[in-house]
Every structure is written in C-alpha cells, then in structure tokens.
C-alpha cells in the first residue's frame, strides 16, 4: 500500500491550494484518512480527519477555512484549503488507517508536500 499527494505550492495570503492523496495497492478497507502538517521546528500536528461513517475533525486553527474530503471510488482524500495564512506554511502529510485484511490493520503515510504561503 502506498500513498501519494499532490498539490502543494506557494500561494499570498487570501488564497486557496487543494491537496490530494491517493491510495494505491491492495485495500480492503479504508478506516480513515487525513493530513497533518509540520511547520520547521515544530512538531507533526493533526490538521484533518476523516474517519469512514463516524465522523470528520479539524484542528481549530483551521476550522471554518479547510474542508477535508473523499471520493470513496478512487480512495482519493482532499484538503481544500482556503483564506490561507502564513501560519498555515508547513510540510502536509497525508495519513490512512487501512485494513490490508480483516486481521491485519495499519497506519501508512505519505510523502509531504510543501504549502508555502507568503505574506
């Protein structure tokens, strides 16, 4: 199983960038998917989750401004990110929980990608 975004780049303050992520491989079920983010010198934190039938949660810093998303037949995640700050500047992560099997349960992540917002 792997996992591969896109979407990453520079963007002034204001603007809008959507992040994708796709999951390739054997799946036999997606229990969530999300992105974090690692600002320099700073730890990884949760940005957005999207837990499969339960429930979707955000970090407060970014409530009201992204919207996570899936598209279930692709095993696509989004993160559409909007009224960007520089504050949101940081390396995004994107994350699954995945059932490989019915026993066998893992998380994967996938490669960053670069949100660089200019003030």
């Known amino acids: 199983v792997q996992l591969q975004a896109f979407g990453g780049g520079l963007v002034q303050a204001g603007g809008s960038l959507r992040l994708s992520c796709s999951v390739s491989?054997?799946?036999?079920?997606?229990?969530?998917m999300g992105w974090y983010r690692q600002a320099p010198g700073k730890q990884r934190e949760l940005v957005a989750v999207d837990r499969t039938g339960v429930s979707t949660n955000y970090a407060d810093s970014v409530k009201g401004r992204f919207t996570v998303s899936r598209d279930n037949a692709k095993n696509t995640v989004y993160l559409q990110m909007n009224s960007l700050k520089p504050e949101d500047t940081a390396v995004y992560y994107c994350?699954?929980?995945?059932?490989?099997?019915?026993?066998?349960?893992?998380?994967?992540w996938g490669q960053g990608t670069l949100v660089t917002v200019s003030s």
């Open positions: 994350n699954a929980d995945i059932s490989v099997s019915r026993w066998r349960r893992s998380e994967y």
């Open positions: 491989g054997s799946v036999f079920k997606i229990n969530a």
